[in-house]
């Protein structure tokens, strides 16, 4: 049979093709997953990078963990007490906890993990500072002394963010706090496959067979941590674009963010569930307080009076179903939520905010707003705020950088003329307000605070009465009252919380709703 | 020939110095703090302070530049800042992917953009030479990620032909790979073909009313030996020095193609590197570009020599 010079080129084309179906999965069930960022450091204890968290709560186990409710559960410990003059805590671990190497989780391993901890979380260190002594009472039992009252012990333990409490060996875990981390040994549901590790590229799991799980169901990041697939691989997608294309067509099963425009791109492709996430983002107006005009209570009250969350919600995300107006500090939907001391009526006031510039000797002064150009949820924000100064007479210049050298210029409290800026904006997740503690946005120390630089004594003394306070009824009345001053004294301006969205192939269930993404419980069909 | 090639390996030694010398000055003046990336906002000025001095970045400019220097001389890139990985480890897992890419580029482009170019000459003001003119003031124009974007569209999701994103090794499974690398080859190739058949064209042109190509009709050539025989080879010297130039091109061209089809070359290294202020990474990438484009010159002077044995060096 003879075939001509087209017929050929057909035929090879179609064998060609024939052949680029995508790889089967070779024996193993594999979930594929998108995730937010790229991997490149491993130690959780050095970053508080959220792509190092989520990397960390598949590998290590946690004493405590949040629930859906972001209440406080007992992970890896089965039994607790507390000393009737409440100064010493001792806990049990439940059976059959091992790390990825093969070795038991003992007392031992705990305490040399709440140490390396304790020298790095914001938690950790007052914690640090009113404990008298750890020991071990056994293989799996330990004690906490302490010469005061130490109230968020729990809420300290379940850290779900910045720094978590992951346990690790003690050999790890002893090692001088700041070394960071190379070897990745946890006692999690799922071990770490160093040799796939690419640095910002990809990296793999592999089940832990040996995880011996809670029997209570998964929920948040507590309950059983129960695992359906065999390996894990995770492919860092820098254009999220292409991440959406990827989903459409099934080369991954899962696509841990994408925005609320981004999300039309999927509906209606009965391949792709899409869903809300568990935690929502909160956008900040932060001034800094070091250096005038905004060192002037006056003139951060008068911003105050023309914000309005709808306003910046309206404008920077649009999709009703997609944002919240939240009055509460420590999050919407937290245990310690609450509307005290929410000035925002919903509508600018002007004629407030022009009388309370006058009020403060306000002299027309120029401020300058910096702002990232290279990260989406902070662009509509500076433009916003430019046309609200502008509405009651402060002139503006925005400042446009790119991400590293905002971050490097927001830490500095110097003059505009020495490098410094006047307001910029912050983005948090959810999970890293709900703490009085651990909430950035209520360091008050000054120049040695988190950027913005609230200088407020009264408030750190407030966190020192929460601290010792182990009452829940009544640590609730004190962050009242610290939510109360902050909005007095406008240490911030919250924006509104907004929701991003997860999408998932239809042959993916089970996926756990969480403020941080977990892949226990998933199954793939 | 042996001469030519001792003489550049020696100038590269100072254009590496100076390449050197400014990525380490512009990274160092330019803002931004890696140990602020590392440990987070929420680390305070103690613990900053001492990842910058474990990092070395507490040292004099001058120390940090002369340790640097030093270490290189050795052959010693440094580690990654960031993941603790060696850089030279780190350039080198990426370069595969990015070395295939470029050449699968530069192939498509010489197969297909010259002979273009050649034919829109041949048939000069025919519609042939308006749509190859048309067509390389659209390769021109549009950003290759507008063009990586469309063939994902349409080549991927609608028609199901060729995979979204990812690569695959040619040395492992040569025809996944030629799955994969179809559509990034062609992206970046089409800025390159635009290039190389607009200059082929103009080249040509100027060949193709010499007196040696009407001598060559005279003697009853037929046409298409007189283009490819006569016309073309004497025409090749603009052709190579554009291609060579094109490299730079392609190295930008690189960065966007491989974030949009996802690509783990060292584009994105570079690219992720300087956001980071990786600077150990950022460095020997620039360095490792430096001695890339010093190459490919030297292999177009020796092209040069090939293609016209009248130069003389």
Redesign the interface.
Known sequence: MLINRREALALSAGALFATMNPARAQGKKTLRLAPHAALRVLDPVVTNAYITRNHAFMVYDTLFAVDAQYRPQPQMVKEWSISPDKLAYTFTLRDGLAFHDGQPVTAADCIASIARWAKKDVIGLRLAAVTTGMEALDDKSFRISLKEPFGPMFEAFARPSSIPLYVMPKRIADLPADKVLEEVVGSGPFRFLPAEFRPGVSWAYERNEKYVPRSEPASGLAGGKVVKVDRVEVVWFPSRQTAINALAKGEIDLLESLNADQRSLLQGNKDVVVRRKAGPSASTIRFNWAQPPFDNLKVRQAVQAVVTQQDYMDASIGDPESYQICPAFFGCGTPLETAIGFPDTGKPNLAKAKALLQEAGYKGEKVVIITPGDVASFAPLAPLTQQLLRQIGIPSEIQTMEWSAFLARRAKPEPVAEGGWNLAHAVFDRIDLISPLGNLNFDARGKAAYTGFVDDPETEALKGRYQRETDPAKQKAIVEEMQKRAYQQVFYIPLGTYFDYEAFRATVSDYVPSAVMVAWDVSKA | MLRLIALRIAMAVPVMLVVATIVFLLLRL????PA??????????E?LA??RS?MGLDQPLVVQYFTWLAAIARGDLGF?I????PVLS?IF??LEPTLVLALSAILITVVIAVPLGAVAAWRHNSWIDRAVMMLSVVGFSVPAFVIG?IL??LL??KA???????YVSPFEDP??A??HLALPSLTLALVFMALISRVTRSSLLEVLGEDFVRTARAKGNVERRVLWRHALPNAAVPIITVIGLGIALLISGVVVTE????L?GVG??T??AI???DYPVVQGLMLFFALIYVGVNLLIDIAYVIVDPRIRY
């Open positions: 330019s803002p931004g703090d602020l990336i590392i440990a987070g906002e929420s680390a305070g000025p613990a001492r990842i474990q990654s960031l993941s603790k990985v780190l897992d990426r974007y994902i569209l991927s999701v199901d032909l060729f995979p979204v994103q990812g025809l996944a030629l799955r974030s949009v089809f996802n783990p994105r290294l690219i992720d956001l980071a202020r």
